[in-house]
């Protein structure tokens, strides 16, 4: 009996697929071949993907259901035609998914885009403060300590002058036990430091309040907005150079873009 119910299972096993012949077909979007996309037959639960060149071979017949799969495609089934088994061959088209963004809520701030001042405005992070007031200089040296009062002995009105030179004795200090290329790798970097964060400042000195008021015409709340808004490496470097009227010659041909964006 049971040999029996094998035959006849295997009989209709081959009446089944003896009926679907290959046939095969492309796979594409708007924007050209699509590969590595899953086509299955649901109805006899074959399956196979799309080569390099968007190139697929399955068994089908009339009758059944093809459903394709790619990753940013949306899902598509599709039967098969008496059509396209005539011809043996399916061209099949994807529709690509489209990918919306979460929304970006973007708030304003009081922020000026100066580092020093700004720096007062962020939270500070109680842990590097008491790491700040847990350092110790018990351990510095006697030479360390001269160069540091040589340092200090510098007048007001120079560390005023050139706010460099408030960092110049903690510089030697810190580089004492370091090479002269490191020393001066790291002394250099301090100091473009200290000159991008006092350079809004040193450009109002350059220019003065009257002339940016009254000849660039900036409002006079606008002006440390518009100094920022200016900086780029030409005005970086015309002002390291001390050519002053090439800086304000900079200022003018910004403030027309800056105050189109004013609306002024």
Known sequence: ?????????????????????????????????????????????????????????????????????????????????????????????????????????????????KLTADAKKTPKDPGVEKS????????????????????????????????????????LMRFSLLTSNEEKRLNNQIKKEVFRDHLPERIMNIVGKKNFTETIKIPEDQILNFINYSIDDEIKTNVQREEHLKVIQNLKEKSVDYLKELGR
């Not at 396209?84 to 099949?92: E, F, G, L, P, S």
């Not at 007031?133 to 360390?144: E, G, H, I, L, P």
């Not at 005023?160 to 408030?166: E, M, N, V």
Request: aromatic share 6%.
């Open 132 to 171: 700040k007031n847990a350092t110790q200089f018990k351990d510095v040296s006697a030479t360390d300590n001269i160069v540091l009062a040589s340092a200090i002995e510098k007048s007001d009105s120079e560390m005023k002058t050139d706010p460099i030179l408030a960092f110049e004795g903690l510089t």
């Open 1 to 113: 009996m049971r040999k029996i119910t094998s035959l006849i299972i295997l009989f209709i096993s081959i009446q089944f697929y003896a009926q679907r012949v290959q046939i095969n077909g492309t796979i594409s979007d708007n924007l050209g071949i699509v590969d590595n996309a899953h086509i299955i037959n649901l109805t006899s639960v074959e399956g196979t993907f799309s080569d390099s060149k968007g190139y697929f071979l399955i068994n089908a017949q009339v009758g059944d259901v093809l459903q394709i799969t790619s990753i940013q495609h949306y899902s598509k089934k599709m039967k098969v035609s008496s059509i396209t088994m005539d011809r043996k061959k399916i061209n099949i088209l994807l529709e690509i998914q489209d990918r919306v963004l979460d929304e970006i809520e973007i708030k304003k701030t009081n922020l000026l885009q």
